[in-house]
């Protein structure tokens, strides 16, 4: 069963870091487009950045840039997301899913990221 499955979601004060996982299993292709979209209360959803899982570099949206960190480890199958100076706007459901960040395919549960003092 093809799944993603995401973890480290936690509370971390302003200022904080923090490290999201999102794991990949039964997969049988080689690499793909994962991404990280977060959902803050109330709000849409948010495209926040992808790494193509063949690549080293990460692509990042304008508010997180600078602050985040997409890397892949293909030996573990997993693609983290490291949250450095984290801001109370950060605060949300974060997601991994596959495919193009317009055409986001297969989600994992989510991970919730509560930034507050």
């Known amino acids: 069963q093809v799944q993603l499955v995401e973890s480290g979601g936690d509370l971390v004060q302003p200022g904080g870091s923090l490290k999201l996982s999102c794991a990949m299993s039964?997969?049988?292709?080689?690499?793909?487009?994962i991404n990280w979209v977060r959902q803050a209360p109330g709000k849409g959803l948010e495209w926040v950045s992808n790494?193509?899982?063949?690549?080293?570099?990460?692509y990042y949206a304008d508010s997180v840039k600078g602050r985040f960190t997409i890397s892949r480890d293909n030996a573990k199958n997993t693609v983290d997301l490291q949250i450095v100076n984290a801001k109370p706007d950060d605060t949300g459901v974060y997601y991994c899913a596959t495919g193009g960040s317009d055409d986001l395919q297969l989600w994992g549960q989510g991970a919730r990221v509560t930034v507050s003092a």
């Open positions: 790494i193509y899982t063949g690549s080293r570099s990460g």
């Open positions: 039964g997969f049988t292709d080689g690499y793909r487009w």
